[in-house]
């Protein structure tokens, strides 16, 4: 079992910024790609961005792409999401989530992700 607890969410203004924590618990950390999702009202959960088991491959999804950075430190069981230049459609539920495997072609799809945090909200207000 994995246990995923995001934290560092809240509202700030447009133009901000925020970092986003994900600790894992139960299982070796260090040998699996991660993911960020976020999920606005009456929308799909959404692709945002992934890191494979060492971090030194990065993918984003292309509304995010040079806004936000994502990154772990395996020493500590965490995969960071910064983000900056925020914007109102930035506003969403923000889940971290544990795949199976490595790394992977399909690592924006939530089929790909074994394990789900309970999510943490972003607000960002115009």
């Known amino acids: 079992q994995v246990q995923l607890v995001e934290s560092g969410g809240g509202l700030v203004q447009a133009g901000g910024s925020l970092r986003l924590s994900c600790a894992a618990s139960?299982?070796?950390?260090?040998?699996?790609?991660m993911g960020w999702f976020r999920q606005a009202p009456g929308k799909e959960r959404a692709f945002v961005a992934a890191i494979n088991w060492s971090g030194a491959i990065t993918y984003y999804a292309n509304s995010v792409k040079g806004r936000f950075t994502i990154s772990r430190d395996n020493a500590k069981n965490t995969v960071y999401l910064r983000m900056n230049s925020l914007k109102p459609e930035d506003t969403a539920v923000y889940y971290c989530a544990a795949s199976s495997t490595d790394w992977g072609p399909r690592l924006n799809m939530p089929t790909e992700y074994a394990y789900w945090g309970q999510g943490t909200q972003v607000t960002v207000s115009s």
């Open positions: 139960g299982r070796t950390f260090s040998s699996y790609a």
